[in-house]
């Protein structure tokens, strides 16, 4: 299984909106509302930030949000801040019981 | 609270075996599945597989299937993830992550703990 496609870097002022998407095939990304998003700042162990394609867990900032549409998810970012300089990872059910992540996308905060 | 709790870094040789140890506390440890995910320096996460605490099942991803063995005591809330024939491209950084069963994404990650392989 091929990991999920994320593009390697994107980039933002403060209070400004981003998004990066999470490329996958109709096998997996396209057939399931099973995707997840995840922030890692270096060093840190990743933190869920949104799951089944759009839902928030309970302390999550709602300046979070996801969506999906065909085989590409997205994570959007609204209200850029300095604190979400960090690493995003999607992560998708593929079948069979089992996730790929995606390659992963360094945000930077200008 | 809960968390995950996970054992300290290995130094290993080529060929080696590791066992990578994951407590948890602060829920029903058989609720939920474990799962293990790597990450090799400077790289992305890799989902290694899951555990079902309850039952026992495990599901491994196809590259560690034949390497890995994943298996969990109820009695002391621990899972464990045993990776043999270690290769220096086995150096990473391994995560213990809880899941909800069936779902498959993981809400509660351990601090990860680094394996390094090197002769």
């Known amino acids: 299984q091929s990991a999920l496609t994320q593009p390697a870097s994107v980039s933002g002022s403060p209070g400004q909106s981003i998004s990066i998407s999470c490329t996958g095939t109709s096998s997996d990304v396209g057939s399931y509302n099973l995707v997840s998003w995840y922030q890692q700042h270096p060093g840190k162990a990743p933190q869920l930030l949104i799951y089944e394609v759009t839902k928030r867990p309970s302390g999550v900032s709602n300046r979070f949000s996801g969506s999906k549409s065909g085989n590409t998810a997205s994570l959007t970012i609204s209200g850029l801040q300095a604190e979400d300089e960090a690493d995003y990872f999607c992560?998708?059910?593929?079948?069979?019981?089992?996730?790929?992540f995606g390659g992963g996308t360094k945000l930077t905060v200008l | 609270q809960v968390q995950l709790v996970q054992s300290g870094a290995e130094v290993k040789k080529p060929g080696a075996s590791v066992k990578v140890s994951c407590k948890a506390s602060?829920?029903?440890?058989?609720?939920?599945?474990l799962h293990w995910v790597r990450q090799a320096p400077g790289q992305g996460l890799e989902w290694m597989g899951w555990?079902?605490?309850?039952?026992?099942?495990?599901n491994y991803a196809q590259k560690f299937q034949g390497r890995v063995t994943m298996t969990s005591e109820t009695s002391i809330s621990t899972a464990y993830m045993d990776l043999s024939s270690l290769r220096s491209d086995d150096t990473a950084v391994y995560f213990c992550?809880?899941?909800?069963?069936?779902?498959?994404?993981?809400?509660?990650w351990g601090q990860g703990t680094t394996v390094s392989v090197s002769s």
């Open positions: 992550a809880r899941g909800p069963r069936r779902y498959y994404f993981m809400d509660v």
């Open positions: 992560c998708s059910y593929v079948g069979r019981s089992t996730v790929v």
């Open positions: 555990i079902n605490p309850n039952s026992g099942d495990t």
């Open positions: 602060g829920y029903t440890f058989t609720g939920y599945y």
